[in-house]
């Protein structure tokens, strides 16, 4: 089992920035991959950045250029740095960490990106 808690999310204006924080119950290199997920209302979850437990990073053409992943191994934390923010990055995100098969999701926060 593992707990994830996401932090840092708000109302923030476009053009702004915001840093997105996930703190695991356990240590974040017993799983496979660490990942910041989106989802705004009627539509799929979709993925935004991921971390492999190697540091390899991946992201979703719309997060290319504006957000950064990053880990932080001694806190069991996950980070997820959002500048240059618009109106279409409002979605509830998503802390998910992978090991096999199997996926922890956090409870999400809210991101609102409004003027």
């Known amino acids: 089992q593992a707990q994830l808690v996401e932090s840092g999310g708000g109302l923030v204006r476009p053009g702004g920035s915001l840093r997105l924080s996930c703190a695991a119950s356990r240590s974040i290199f017993s799983f496979d991959a660490m990942a910041w997920y989106r989802q705004v209302p009627g539509k799929e979850r979709e993925l935004v950045a991921d971390i492999t437990r190697g540091g390899i990073t991946n992201y979703a053409e719309s997060a290319k250029g504006r957000f950064s992943i990053s880990r932080d191994v001694l806190k069991n934390a996950v980070y997820l740095q959002m500048n240059s923010l618009k109106s279409e990055d409002t979605a509830v995100y998503y802390c998910?960490?992978?090991?096999?098969?199997?996926?922890?999701w956090g409870q999400g926060t809210q991101v609102t990106v409004s003027s």
């Open positions: 998910q960490a992978k090991l096999l098969t199997i996926n922890y």
